[in-house]
Nanobody, 125 residues
Framework: EVQLQASGGGLVQAGGSLRLSCSAS????????IGWFRQAPGKEREGVAC????????YYVDSHEGRFTVSRDNVKNTVYLQMNRLKPEDTAVYYC??????????????????WGQGTLVTVSS
């Protein structure tokens, strides 16, 4: 059974940093792309970043500012999302997700079938 668990959220002041973790079990982790998504109150879930099975990364939020960095540790079966220079508009529940082996990263939540529970990130101004 595919299991994903996101953690590391919390309350941080604007300009601060957080590192989210997504721990995985129940599947051949190195063969899977893992996406990070977020959902702010009253808004649709959106793609934040993704790291492929081949360690290619894609950023869908603020890619030009370079505030987010996604990485993976295939020994620990964990994907990380380092978030720097956080802004109040980054406030959301953050989720990690996956789907099937060797799937390419995509921005669309509908392309991912397995989701972890979210972790809440609150950025105060």
């Amino acid at each position: 059974e595919v299991q994903l668990q996101a953690s590391g959220g919390g309350l941080v002041q604007a300009g601060g940093s957080l590192r989210l973790s997504c721990s995985a079990s129940g599947f051949d982790f190195p063969a899977y792309s893992i996406g990070w998504f977020r959902q702010a109150p009253g808004k649709e879930r959106e793609g934040v970043a993704c790291i492929s099975h081949g360690n290619r990364v894609a950023y869908y939020v603020d890619s030009h500012e370079g505030r987010f960095t996604v990485s993976r540790d295939n020994v620990k079966n964990t994907v990380y999302l380092q978030m720097n220079r956080l802004k109040p508009e980054d406030t959301a529940v953050y989720y990690c997700a996956t789907d099937r082996p060797y799937m390419r990263c995509t921005y669309y939540p509908a392309d991912f079938s397995s989701w972890g529970q979210g972790t809440l990130v609150t950025v105060s101004s």
